[in-house]
């Protein structure tokens, strides 16, 4: 399939023009441009420019609000609840991850609820922030109701369950902070969007057919299918603990018995152990993992939070590659908006 090659920096600044041109505020297109182009970067293609049709739709059919700033409703010393007034959630989740981590460099700790919160990109970004200043970070985002979702229970033949994704950051005192990001599903829903648009089957083992049998097929998932979460009893058990924190924003549904919405939580490592220190035996930990020799078809082994910092070496390097069929659709943004599209490198 033919891939087109761009230049981060002008993929980045491509976005924040499509954003502007809709009418956002550039400081708000600048963070979500960022924070995509670094998905792209990181790896996760499914959490980055890809997603720019589907939010400015959103912005044509009133779901995001581009210019709405997010307000704090309630907070303590060490807690936040905030609404993001369905604005851009990337924009959201920053302000929040940088709010918890301000307080939590004062009293230890601070735990963080949002409502009214748009899709928020890839969640790692923000648990990569709090590691990176010091602090250990957990977010997740869960979502879920008797026929709400397109994960199916353990043991059940009806969707329940949104990805509920959980991602936890650590520091290690360089570049390579120790960072989780999955979905409690087999693949994240966004990974069914790569593989449409280059054409190919998803993986084994993660996704059914609307009657229930194993599939790989893109299109069968799209025509009613489901994803499985990951390790069976295991995976689903992690996925309704999502919602449950999530609920303690106060996002719940007796009636409809719905639950779910996004959890911050941030940890000054400094409340426990000097941070240096800290981050010494991390790192030491984590070396000692990577020495153990790999295992036939292996390289090496790897600990979280190496693919993404190799991923975004490589392409800052070699620049974001993107299939064709996304380029397209890009192109359609341009003209639609009126943005010149960035030149490719190859």
């Known amino acids: 399939m033919k891939r087109h090659i761009f230049e981060a920096a002008a993929l980045q600044a491509f976005t924040r023009n499509l ?18 182009i670094k998905a792209n970067l990181a790896g996760h293609d499914s959490h980055g420019v890809l997603r720019i049709p589907s939010y400015l739709e959103a912005i044509e059919n009133g779901g995001i609000r581009p210019a709405a700033e997010p307000e704090v409703i309630r907070e303590t010393d060490n807690t936040l609840h905030i609404d993001s007034r369905r604005g851009f959630g990337h924009y959201a989740a920053r302000y929040a991850v940088r709010r918890a981590i301000e307080k939590a460099k004062s009293t230890r700790t601070c735990f963080a609820t949002l409502t009214h919160t748009n899709h928020i990109g890839r ?7 709090a590691a990176e200043s010091g602090c250990i ?85 799209r025509d009613g299918g489901h994803l499985l979460a990951f390790g069976r009893h295991k995976g689903y058990a992690l996925s309704l ?24 939580q941030v940890i000054d490592v400094n409340a426990f152990i000097p941070l240096e220190e800290y981050q010494k035996g991390v790192r030491a930990f984590l070396n000692s993992i990577k020495s153990i020799p790999p295992a036939p078809g292996f390289d090496e082994v790897l600990v979280p939070g190496d693919f993404e910092v190799n991923s975004r070496t490589h392409r800052l390097e070699n620049g ?19 943005v010149p599209m960035p030149e490719t490198q190859r």
């Not at 954003?19 to 995509?36: M, N, S």
């Not at 570049?175 to 449409?196: E, H």
């Open 137 to 221: 970070g957990m977010i997740s985002v869960g979502g879920g109701s008797k026929g709400g979702g397109r994960i199916l229970p353990f043991g059940g033949a009806v969707g329940a369950l949104g990805t509920n994704p959980i991602a936890i950051g650590v520091p290690t005192g360089d570049d390579r902070p120790f960072l989780i990001d999955f979905a409690t599903s087999m693949i994240a829903n966004g990974k069914t969007y790569v593989a449409d648009s280059e054409n190919r089957d998803l993986p084994e083992g993660c996704v059914v057919d609307k009657h229930g049998n194993p599939t790989v097929k893109t299109s069968e998932y």
């Open 19 to 36: 954003f502007v041109a809709a009418d956002t505020p550039r400081r708000i297109a600048e963070d979500v441009a960022e924070i995509l």
């Open 241 to 264: 603990f999502v919602c449950l924190l999530g609920g303690l924003a106060g996002t719940f549904n007796v009636e409809a018995g719905q639950m779910g919405g996004l959890y911050m």
């Open 123 to 129: 969640v790692g970004e923000y648990a990569q922030e």
């Open 320 to 338: 974001v590659d993107l299939p064709d069929t996304i380029y397209q659709q890009l192109r359609e943004c341009a003209e639609e908006w009126g």
